[in-house]
C-alpha cells in the first residue's frame, strides 16, 4: 500500500514516496481532491501506527513531541469519522459524535501548543507559523469550528461535516507544515 505525505500520512512512508509539492501542485479542494485526501488519511491510519510511535521516540524537545501528540490525537478522532464517511466502518451517531467533540477538543489545544517557538530535527513546523501567528490560530479555531458543527445524525451530514473539517487540516498543513 501507498502513501504521501501532503495529508497526514505515516512518517515512514514520507521517506521512501515523500512528495515534492511545488506551486503548480497545489489545487483547490475540491471534492475530488477531498476524497484524495480521505484516502490519503485512510492510507496513513492502516500503515501508520508504527512510523508514529518510532517518530515519538526521535523526537526529542519535548514541546515538539508535546504537538506531535496533539496532532495525533487530531488524527485518531478524524479517522474514526474518516472511515465512517468511507464506509469502512458502520455508520454509528454516537460514535461519531464522541469523535467530533474529540477533534473540537484537540483543535482548541493548538495554538498553546505551538506558542513556544521550539525545534526539533524531526519537526515539520514551518517557521511561518510565528511570522503569521493570528492567521494560524485563525487556522487552528477554524478547524474548532467545524468540528463542533459536525451534524451526525445522518451519514450524508457527516460527510459534509466531515470535508469541511478535512479542507481545514489540509489548508493548514499547506501552509505551515513541511511537505
Ligand atoms: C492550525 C494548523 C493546523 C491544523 C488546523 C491541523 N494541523 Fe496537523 N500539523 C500542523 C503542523 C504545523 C504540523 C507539524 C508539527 C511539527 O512537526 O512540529 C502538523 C502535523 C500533523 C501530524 C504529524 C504529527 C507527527 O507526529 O509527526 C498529523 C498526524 C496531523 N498534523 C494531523 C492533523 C489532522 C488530522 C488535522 C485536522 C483534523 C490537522 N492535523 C490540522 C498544523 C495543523
Given at each position: 500500500m501507498i502513501s504521501v505525505s501532503?495529508?497526514?500520512?505515516g512518517r515512514e512512508n514520507s521517506v521512501t514516496v515523500r512528495r515534492k509539492s511545488t506551486p503548480q501542485e497545489?489545487?483547490?479542494?475540491t471534492p475530488d481532491v477531498v476524497s484524495r485526501f480521505l484516502i490519503v488519511l485512510c492510507g496513513g491510519v492502516f500503515l501508520g501506527g508504527a512510523g508514529w510511535a518510532q517518530a515519538r521516540v526521535e523526537v526529542s524537545d519535548p514541546d515538539v513531541l508535546g504537538r506531535h501528540h496533539g496532532m495525533e490525537t487530531l488524527q485518531q478522532s478524524a479517522a474514526v469519522i474518516a472511515r465512517m464517511v468511507a464506509g469502512t466502518r458502520r455508520f454509528d451517531p454516537q460514535i461519531a459524535a464522541a469523535a467530533a467533540n474529540g477533534l473540537a477538543d484537540a483543535a482548541a489545544e493548538i495554538p498553546a501548543q505551538f506558542e513556544k517557538r521550539a525545534d526539533d530535527p524531526?519537526?515539520?513546523?514551518?517557521?511561518e507559523i510565528w511570522q503569521n501567528w493570528d492567521d494560524f490560530v485563525g487556522k487552528a479555531s477554524g478547524l474548532k469550528q467545524a468540528a463542533a458543527a459536525i451534524?451526525?445524525?445522518s451519514p450524508e451530514r457527516l460527510r459534509a461535516g466531515w470535508q469541511d473539517v478535512a479542507r481545514r487540516c489540509a489548508a493548514c498543513h499547506d501552509k505551515y507544515r513541511e511537505d
Open positions: 501532503d495529508g497526514f500520512g497545489k489545487v483547490p479542494m524531526l519537526s515539520e513546523a514551518r517557521a451534524d451526525p445524525s
